[in-house]
């Protein structure tokens, strides 16, 4: 699988330098456009493959052309719902960002094939009346509201606002959300009223927002691509002090260098070509773990969910037995919104007030299984443990847990 995962990173790199692109003698195309799928990358893979006339099985050419198709399709309703929301809410004075993918697509070179899942703007906590009503009149039905997230839909596409650039909490102690709390002074123009993160502020927010995944439910090989596109595109220009300066302030350099050595290994770019190194045990696992991750860690949501809990939990417990039911209930049945819909299948699409519902069920099946003790699904079997303790091990390296 390594290998194919490893042609695949060689295809991502033709397709983001327009490089020519031979296949390697050892390696199956079918094979690598599963993963492809997995990390949302398969039209830049079918882009390259049809540039350089890769021949691909009957089976996979139809999914190839379709993905290509969608994605122009997409991209040209993504840029009239974003015209028509930036204008909307540029004509009642409301300040916005723009952030994530939407900007971050404009540096490939085929833009609509740097998918994305939603469109995210930022809006100041005192505009969120005002922007709900410019979302009603422009037909927006809102799908769901928590605590400054909304959530909207359009012609199957997904709209989201928020009142933080983040929620991030990782293992390294580090205030994420105050951090950012002043991002509209770090702004510039994008488009009438609609503004972009300035370039370096934008690189620091992808590092915590890339962390966040890592802590919480992993990520693919797109979000270090973006990473490889960014130095690309802005390398020349971004002041580097200023940002390894920042990283440092906020508990994430030795992460960047991580990332930055990847993009090194795997795009041949880095930093003003600054070389980087890292131990190859750290590299082999890093390279699992994104493997494994999928784009966002959704090719294995609900192992990730269970090992993030069982890691919470070595954190606290300092690597011992699981202490006590408390710590079970709380750490593997009482788990947030997000993680109950990876694990209780019904509750995906269900409303979040029937969060305690859903905690409720969780528990009951617990003990029907043997009762709380029976930890394999509420405390993890010994494979999840084992799993946890590599994850927190790997997570501590990149500074994404204070080092005990």
């Known amino acids: 699988m390594y290998e194919n995962s490893k042609e ?105 094939l740097r998918t994305m899942s939603d469109m995210d703007f930022v809006i100041k906590s005192e505009d969120g009346n005002n922007m709900e009503k410019v979302m009603e009149s422009l037909n927006y039905d809102l799908d769901e509201y928590v605590q400054g997230d909304w959530s909207y839909f359009k012609n199957n596409m997904h709209i ?19 951090y ?41 090989f797109r979000m270090i691509m973006d990473f490889a596109a960014y130095i690309k595109a802005y390398n020349n220009v971004i002041n580097w002090n200023y940002v390894n300066s920042e990283l440092k302030k906020i ?20 930093p003003n070509n600054k070389e980087y190194t890292m131990d190859s045990e750290l590299y082999n696992e890093l390279l699992g773990y994104i493997v494994k991750g999928g784009t966002f860690g959704e090719a294995q949501a609900k192992d990730r969910m269970m090992s993030k809990a069982a890691r919470e939990t070595l954190e606290k417990a300092g690597n011992s037995k699981i202490k006590g039911f408390y710590v079970k209930l709380k750490k593997y049945v009482l788990l947030d919104d997000k993680s109950m819909r990876g694990i209780v299948g019904w509750y995906k699409n269900m409303p979040k ?45 990149l500074g994404l847990y204070n080092k005990k």
């Open 160 to 178: 989201e606002f928020h009142e933080k650039l983040t929620e991030s909490e990782l293992g390294n102690g580090f205030d994420y959300d105050e």
């Open 8 to 112: 695949l990173i060689k295809i991502l790199k033709a397709f983001l330098f327009e490089e020519k692109y031979i296949q390697s003698s050892n390696t199956q195309i079918d094979d690598i456009v599963k993963i492809a799928e997995l990390h949302n990358v398969t039209a830049m893979v079918g882009y390259v493959l049809e540039k350089n006339n890769v021949s691909v099985s009957d089976d996979i050419a139809p999914k190839l052309l379709k993905k290509k198709l969608q994605c122009g399709i997409l991209g040209a309703k993504r840029e009239m719902l974003f015209n028509e929301i930036s204008d909307a809410l540029s004509e009642k004075s409301i300040e916005h960002i723009i952030v994530k993918g939407y900007v971050l697509r404009e540096l490939y070179p085929v833009k609509d």
């Open 180 to 220: 950012l709390k002043d991002c509209f002074l770090h702004t510039e123009e994008y488009r009438k009223l609609t503004k972009k993160l300035d370039m370096e502020y934008h690189l620091i927010y992808m590092f915590i927002h890339c962390a966040k995944h890592f802590y919480n439910e992993g990520c693919g």
């Open 353 to 397: 007030f029937m969060l305690p519902v859903a905690w409720i069920y969780k528990a009951f099946n617990a003990v029907k299984n043997k009762g709380l003790g029976t930890t394999r699904d509420i405390i993890g079997s010994g494979a999840n443990n084992n799993t946890a303790l590599q994850e927190y091990t790997m997570l501590e390296k």
């Open 251 to 270: 508990h994430l350099y030795d992460f960047s260098n991580s990332i930055w050595y990847l993009c090194q290994v795997w795009f041949n770019i880095t």
